[in-house]
């Protein structure tokens, strides 16, 4: 059965400090890949996706960005926190389809200080 | 771009009311169309999506109709319980593969016992 892992589970960080946030799906190869972002209360904004190791495309700018630096593991990341960064932080995965469902991670709650 | 209307931020009822939460989208295309559900402290799970006009999607008691005439996506359930008190989100997708989803603002679902 495939699982997704995220860590860590809480952060508290200082404005201007960096970050790093990070996912790893177990059980599925070659997977889609994706970060949301979820304020207190609000919606989900995609933030990123990745169709391959290597390969992330950028839905929103939020001076975050991403990586994948190997097929089951993707990371977000930033040298200097904003106010505005604080939130909900969420994984998912899917398989490459037209009908393809994301599954999303148990996510990391991030509070920025 | 594409966007995704919830009218109602959000609903409060009681056990076997009858429950609507209005869905409307702007897109290019023939986006897919999908009901997530988001309880406290985790990630949303997909309720179901469809993909054509007239398509009804359906799962646990809860379902919905593509109109492509009206835009819309309603939310039903004819006899909301008290586990069914959740976030509820609309979303589109209107990229082949649908990796990218635009979700709507939620609607906060209480349902009193």
């Known amino acids: 059965a495939q699982t997704i892992h995220q860590w860590p589970v809480a952060e508290i960080k200082a404005v201007g400090s960096p970050l790093s946030l990070g996912c790893t799906i177990k059980?599925?190869?070659?997977?889609?890949l994706y970060w949301y972002w979820q304020a207190t209360g609000g919606t989900l904004q995609q933030l990123f996706y990745s169709i391959t190791v290597g390969q992330v495309e950028s839905v929103v700018q939020l001076n975050l960005s991403a990586s994948r630096p190997k097929d089951d593991q993707f990371i977000l990341s930033t040298e200097k926190l904003l106010l505005s960064h604080s939130g909900f932080y969420l994984c998912a995965w899917s398989l490459r389809g037209d009908y393809a469902e994301q599954f999303f991670g148990p996510g990391t709650r991030l509070t920025v200080l | 771009g594409d966007s995704v209307t919830q009218t109602e931020g959000q609903v409060a009822l009681s056990e076997e009311d009858f429950l609507t939460i209005h869905c409307n989208y702007s897109a290019s295309g023939y986006p897919t169309l999908f009901w997530y559900v988001q309880y406290p402290g985790e990630g949303p799970q997909l309720l179901f999506r469809a993909s054509r006009d007239k398509e009804k999607g359906s799962s646990r008691g809860f379902e919905a109709t593509y109109d492509k005439g009206t835009t819309s996506f309603h939310l039903r359930k004819a006899s909301v319980q008290e586990s069914d008190s959740a976030v509820y989100y609309c979303a589109l997708s209107a990229n082949y593969g649908n990796e990218k989803i635009t979700f709507g603002a939620g609607t906060k679902l209480t349902i009193k016992p």
């Open positions: 059980g599925k190869s070659s997977p889609n």
